[in-house]
């Protein structure tokens, strides 16, 4: 099982938004990956690997944590950003799992 | 490009049946994992089944084991998902998504609309 924090993240553009999410049991491998979903659209692939960022993804997104313990960083929020964020782990039981997403807004 | 494309979603009562389909492009489609991924309306991504590139590997989430098939058609770069005993929690967008090489989601479609309701 895997649990984000915060559910709600209010900041303004420019800022750093930093996103937690914490898994019950070790996730083997770093097998943990980070998605952004805008309203109406389908999931967008940013961190795989627990740190290394999808085709196309800028910079200012970073992955990082091992074991139980992940975060995903934007260096410098851009009004494009905001959006609800998910982590997900694979490998363990269940086989695929989810974060229930932390909504990022503007403050 | 990598493209996958839903198809089959609707209204349906209670216990009935639908089948979707995801049309895939782009890449070779079988050397690759592919999966189903659901989310209610409103609430968070979760994943349903996956079938593995050669189509003799099969994993479901238990809330749909016994009524859910995933089958795949190589020949046609499809995949299916057989939903029968369809409940009213089932209601969902589902999304058809390509594997990447660490158990992650690196390509998805645009989703396909299943309402069960009576």
């Known amino acids: 099982v895997l649990t984000q924090s915060p559910a709600t993240l209010s900041l303004s553009p420019g800022e750093r938004a930093t996103l937690s999410c914490r898994a019950s049991q070790s996730v083997s491998r770093n097998f943990l990956a980070w998605y952004q979903q805008k309203p109406g659209q389908a999931p967008r692939l940013l961190i795989y690997?627990?740190?290394t960022r999808a085709t196309g993804i800028p910079d200012r997104f970073s992955g990082s944590g091992s074991g139980t313990d992940f975060t995903l960083t934007i260096s410098r929020l851009e009004p494009e950003d905001f959006a609800v964020y998910y982590c997900q782990q694979y490998g363990s039981s269940p086989l695929y799992a989810f974060g229930q997403g932390t909504k990022l807004e503007i403050k | 490009e990598v493209r996958l494309v839903e198809s089959g979603g609707g209204l349906v009562q209670p216990g009935g049946s639908l089948r979707l389909s995801c049309a895939a492009s782009?890449?070779?489609?079988?050397?690759?994992?592919m999966h189903w991924v659901r989310q209610a309306p409103g609430k968070g991504l979760v994943w349903v089944s996956r079938?593995?590139?050669?189509?003799?590997?099969?994993n479901y989430a238990d809330s749909v084991k016994g009524r859910f098939t995933i089958s795949r058609d190589n020949a046609k770069n499809t995949m299916y998902l057989q939903m029968n005993s369809l409940r009213a929690e089932d209601t969902a967008v589902y999304y058809c998504v390509k594997e990447g090489f660490t158990g992650d989601f690196d390509y998805w479609g645009q989703g396909t609309l299943v309402t069960v309701s009576s």
């Open positions: 690997g627990a740190s």
């Open positions: 782009g890449f070779t489609f079988s050397d690759y994992w």
């Open positions: 079938i593995n590139g050669g189509g003799s590997t099969t």
